[in-house]
């Protein structure tokens, strides 16, 4: 089954396991949701969502400790019948006995973070909505260049890595080479990371494989990035392409259903690719911006050739 464990939860988000005889390597947490179980500690189960981490702040534990001995046991037995992946405490709040038994008896970690609920809930979210996320890998190089991350794609052998390693002489930061990871965190946002066995290295035909963090150091590489622009590499043969030469109208790469803003770069020699690189990466950035060059200049042409003819026709 597809998820995260709860043992890699427990690493990430430096939680303490109260009950250490259960098993958190096989508990799996498959949704990015979680849940404050107040109804449920009232006795109302309907439409309770088992799948999600269930979390205890403040109110729910003060609640808990009104109950009888007797509330207790009914309401923790039918609770932790439904094997929920795990309950945490937040604020260093102590479950009682009678938890502690009832949940290490049906096999449900309990653990315990010293964070505020609020606060460890947002980013717990956000860890599970990246860990979760649908996730591809495709042929590339990915590089952080001035803040926005660049996936260049291309046949291989076109240049890809070498495009990468100027980049990087240049100060800017890679992130992974060759294979990238492409997690679609939600409708807007795409984020690549690469593999955990190829991170860092870069393969230059010729050399061989670099280690880019030990030989340029760690400010020139990134763990992740967001993917902000796609950079296509292709073999310039004459009168085959019409490349774009105004950049009036975009073109999109699709990933996981979302669309990123793509160039197509004909590949000549003498071509500096690593400045064409940052001059699409600083553009792009300024069409975020709100800025166009290419309709800006299309105005100005508009407005010259307007005033042409108003000139013709007063003359």
Same mark, same amino acid.
């Given at each position: /089954?597809?998820?995260?464990?709860?043992? !890699? +939860?427990?690493?990430?988000?430096?939680?303490?396991?109260?009950?250490?005889?259960?098993? #958190?390597?096989?508990?799996? #947490?498959?949704?990015?949701?979680?849940?404050?179980? @107040?109804?449920?500690?009232?006795?109302?189960?309907?439409?309770?969502?088992?799948?999600?981490?269930?979390? *205890?702040?403040?109110?729910?534990?003060?609640?808990?400790?009104?109950?009888?001995?007797?509330?207790?046991?009914?309401?923790?037995?039918?609770?932790?019948?439904?094997?929920?992946?795990? +309950?945490?405490?937040?604020? =260093?709040?102590?479950?009682?006995?009678?938890?502690?038994? *009832?949940?290490?008896?049906?096999?449900?970690?309990?653990?315990?973070?010293?964070?505020?609920?609020?606060?460890? /809930?947002?980013?717990?979210?956000?860890?599970?909505?990246?860990? &979760?996320?649908?996730?591809?890998?495709?042929?590339?190089?990915?590089?952080?260049?001035?803040?926005?991350?660049? &996936?260049?794609?291309?046949?291989?052998?076109?240049?890809?890595?070498?495009?990468?390693?100027?980049?990087?002489?240049?100060?800017?930061?890679?992130?992974?080479?060759?294979?990238?990871?492409?997690?679609?965190?939600?409708?807007?946002?795409? #984020?690549?990371?690469?593999?955990?066995?190829?991170?860092?290295? +870069?393969? &230059?035909?010729?050399?061989? *494989?670099?280690?880019?963090?030990?030989?340029?150091?760690?400010?020139?590489?990134?763990?992740?990035?967001?993917?902000?622009?796609?950079? !296509?590499?292709?073999?310039?043969?004459?009168?085959?392409?019409?490349?774009?030469?105004?950049?009036?109208?975009?073109?999109?790469?699709?990933? &996981?259903?979302? !669309? #990123?803003?793509?160039?197509?770069?004909?590949?000549?020699?003498?071509?500096?690719? @690593?400045?064409?690189?940052?001059? @699409?990466?600083?553009?792009?950035?300024?069409?975020?911006?709100?800025?166009?060059? @290419?309709?800006?200049?299309?105005?100005?042409?508009?407005?010259?050739? !307007?005033? =042409?003819?108003?000139?013709?026709?007063?003359?």
């Amino acid at each position: /089954m597809n998820g995260v464990s709860v043992n !890699k +939860i427990v690493e990430k988000m430096s939680l303490k396991v109260l009950n250490p005889e259960v098993d #958190v390597k096989s508990r799996k #947490v498959t949704t990015a949701d979680v849940n404050r179980p @107040a109804l449920q500690l009232t006795g109302y189960f309907d439409y309770f969502e088992k799948s999600r981490i269930e979390i *205890i702040g403040t109110v729910e534990y003060t609640y808990m400790q009104r109950l009888s001995k007797e509330e207790k046991l009914e309401i923790y037995g039918k609770f932790f019948s439904y094997h929920v992946p795990c +309950i945490i405490f937040c604020r =260093s709040l102590e479950p009682d006995e009678d938890l502690m038994r *009832i949940a290490t008896e049906s096999g449900t970690p309990v653990l315990s973070t010293d964070y505020g609920t609020s606060a460890f /809930m947002s980013e717990l979210i956000y860890y599970l909505g990246e860990a &979760l996320a649908p996730c591809i890998s495709i042929h590339g190089v990915l590089v952080d260049v001035y803040g926005e991350g660049l &996936l260049i794609m291309g046949e291989s052998g076109i240049g890809k890595s070498e495009a990468a390693l100027e980049l990087i002489r240049r100060g800017h930061r890679l992130v992974s080479d060759d294979v990238v990871e492409i997690r679609k965190i939600n409708k807007h946002t795409l #984020v690549g990371t690469a593999p955990d066995i190829t991170r860092y290295f +870069i393969e &230059l035909r010729g050399i061989g *494989i670099i280690d880019v963090k030990t030989l340029f150091g760690v400010e020139c590489v990134k763990e992740k990035q967001n993917i902000d622009l796609v950079i !296509k590499l292709e073999d310039w043969k004459r009168g085959e392409n019409d490349y774009d030469r105004l950049g009036l109208e975009e073109e999109y790469e699709e990933f &996981l259903g979302n !669309k #990123v803003v793509s160039h197509s770069l004909p590949i000549r020699p003498g071509r500096n690719l @690593a400045v064409i690189c940052e001059s @699409a990466a600083v553009n792009h950035r300024q069409k975020k911006m709100g800025y166009n060059a @290419a309709q800006e200049l299309y105005r100005r042409v508009q407005e010259n050739l !307007k005033k =042409s003819d108003d000139d013709e026709d007063e003359g």
